[in-house]
């Protein structure tokens, strides 16, 4: 089975405090992607990236930054916390592909970490 | 328009009822994909079933069965004889590998929160 390991599943972070979500995949995808999910907004994707050291931006990219240093794991960065980004964040792979949509690939998701910022 | 539409926001019914999800899509391409997945209360998105847009057959997996129809547009899910473990927010989504819908191709539903009822 796939799994896809999110290092925090709660975590309550200051203002202008610089954060770090950490993502794991175990399947040797080559796609991975940090989605965030708000009520009433669903899933947007804010980064994915298709290989190690490449990285793309998605729909909301403002105020992340993101890191692929290994094909394995791939960081979330909040350079610095605001309130607005206080969300549930999901992270996911899947196989190679222009994206996991444009190549039909089934996407696997982690547990999700909920990020408030206070 | 959304290309994903979800219309149930939210649908509660008893136990041992039989629901049905529905999902309706907008796509131009020929060739696409669409997925369902469930989201528990704990935040994972489990995938559930990928059907390419070639592939009209209904599936049915043990209590769960899906219904797909090009002519509507329509990928409807149905739960036969619910239980209160299927109690989860539902997500459809299409991934479009020629044409927009998020930047790697896939768009999600705004999701259906089922409640079942014991």
């Known amino acids: 089975d796939v799994k896809v390991t999110q290092s925090s599943r709660y975590l309550v972070k200051r203002t202008g405090e610089k954060v770090f979500l950490e993502c794991v995949q175990d399947?040797?995808?080559?796609?991975m992607f940090w989605y965030r999910q708000d009520p009433g907004l669903g899933l947007r994707l804010i980064y994915f990236?298709?290989?190690?050291?490449?990285?793309e931006k998605g729909d909301i990219p403002e105020g992340y930054s993101v890191s692929r240093e290994k094909k394995e794991r791939f960081s979330l960065i909040l350079e610095s916390a605001s309130t607005n980004q206080t969300s549930m964040y999901l992270c996911?792979?899947?196989?190679?592909?222009?994206?996991?949509?444009?190549?039909?690939?089934?996407?696997?998701f982690g547990e999700g970490s909920w990020l408030t910022v206070v | 328009a959304q290309k994903v539409t979800q219309a149930q926001t939210e649908i509660s019914v008893v136990e041992k009822e039989d629901v049905t999800l529905d999902c309706v899509y907008e796509?131009?391409?020929?060739?696409?994909?669409l997925f369902w997945y469930k989201q528990p209360p704990s935040g994972e998105l489990v995938f559930l079933i990928r059907?390419?847009?070639?592939?009209?057959q209904n599936e049915i997996s043990g209590r769960y069965s899906w219904n797909f129809q090009k002519s509507t547009s329509s990928f409807n899910f149905t739960i036969t004889a619910s239980q209160v473990v299927d109690s989860a927010v539902y997500f459809c989504?299409?991934?479009?590998?020629?044409?927009?819908?998020?930047?790697?191709?896939?768009?999600f539903g705004k999701g259906t929160h089922l409640i079942i009822q014991p």
């Open positions: 059907r390419n847009s070639f592939d009209e």
């Open positions: 796509t131009r391409d020929t060739t696409y994909y």
């Open positions: 989504a299409l991934s479009e590998p020629n044409s927009g819908g998020g930047a790697d191709g896939l768009t």
């Open positions: 399947m040797d995808h080559e796609n």
């Open positions: 996911a792979s899947s196989l190679i592909g222009r994206g996991a949509g444009a190549s039909g690939n089934t996407i696997y």
């Open positions: 990236s298709y290989d190690v050291k490449m990285k």
